[in-house]
């Protein structure tokens, strides 16, 4: 009987339906040759959001089950498909009819009414600072916080990407990510997740797409979600076939270092632990 292992699962992929760069076949053809056998589809939802158009599903999102459900049926035998959703904190759909859900904050809704992209490039992350936190980039860092705690509270299968504002933040280029405020924000939100009912992923997307060199989240708040005892999977984030299992060998070190030795494959029946 061969043991499971970490590397038979990727759930956090993107597709053409959304801000993928290959199509949903491309991708699964990718997975099942790289040895994947649990793979997941978790395109974007919709929001109102003006600037996501053409980055998102449209707000029916029947085409895009339909189209990963027939992908399950190429599948069968070989590899098991799951039709998920990374649902977005301003999303305006729910995540009925799904298998999975990830729950994520990519926007800043800010007092002023405007919507703020905190992962799409420094110019907007500093006009985000600037216009609506009066450049207190701190500030911003606890309302983004405050919204990953809304998500959690939500319990989602998979919390995703927790730390995302820290994307352009290499050597504390816009807040000081070893400052005790810094580091109470996020430990906030992290309590706010249910060990019990949702799983943390170690991800490494942004390193896929060179904007950091370790994975989401930081260090600090794997070893206390580890103190919670809480469960942890490894995703890719991938926008690309070739990055279906991208830098999963960095992040079981960094979970390894956290205290972690077991994390968990999402399967049609739910999540089940292997060693890392």
């Not at 292992?5 to 759930?11: G, L, Q």
């Not at 959690?152 to 400052?179: C, Y």
């Not at 809480?230 to 991208?246: E, K, N, P, V």
Request: proline share 3%; with cysteine; charged share 20%.
């Amino acid at each position: 009987m061969s043991i499971l292992k970490p590397f038979v699962c990727s759930v956090h992929t993107h597709a053409t339906f959304c801000d993928g760069k290959d199509t949903l076949e491309d991708m699964a053809a990718a997975a099942y040759a790289a040895g994947v056998r649990y793979y997941g589809v978790s395109c974007h939802s919709h929001t109102p959001i003006a600037l996501d158009e053409g980055f998102v599903l449209p707000k029916d999102m029947a085409v895009y089950q339909k189209a990963v459900e027939q992908l399950q049926k190429q599948y069968i035998g070989k590899m098991e498909v799951l039709v998920g959703l990374e649902w977005d904190s301003c999303a305006d759909v729910n995540v009925d009819g799904f298998d999975y859900w990830i729950g994520s904050v990519h926007y800043i809704h800010a007092d002023n009414g405007k919507y703020y992209a905190i992962d799409w490039n420094e110019e907007v992350f500093a006009t985000c600072r600037d216009e609506a936190f009066h450049g207190d980039a701190l500030a911003m860092v606890k309302a983004y916080f405050q919204e990953v705690s809304k998500v959690a509270a939500m319990q989602p299968t998979i919390l995703g990407h927790m730390d995302l504002i820290t994307k352009f933040n290499t050597k504390n280029k816009f807040f000081d990510e070893n400052s005790l405020q810094y580091k109470l924000a996020a430990l906030q939100a992290l309590q706010s997740v249910n060990p019990t009912t949702t799983i943390l992923e170690i991800n490494t997307g942004a390193m896929a797409r060179g904007y950091r060199d370790v994975p989401y989240p930081a260090l600090f708040l794997l070893k206390k979600w580890y103190e919670l005892g809480g469960r942890i999977i490894l995703t890719s984030d991938a926008h690309t076939a070739d990055g279906i299992l991208y830098g999963y060998e960095k992040a079981v070190g960094v979970a390894k270092q956290a205290g972690f030795t077991t994390s968990v494959i999402l399967t049609k029946k739910g999540f089940i632990e292997c060693r890392l």
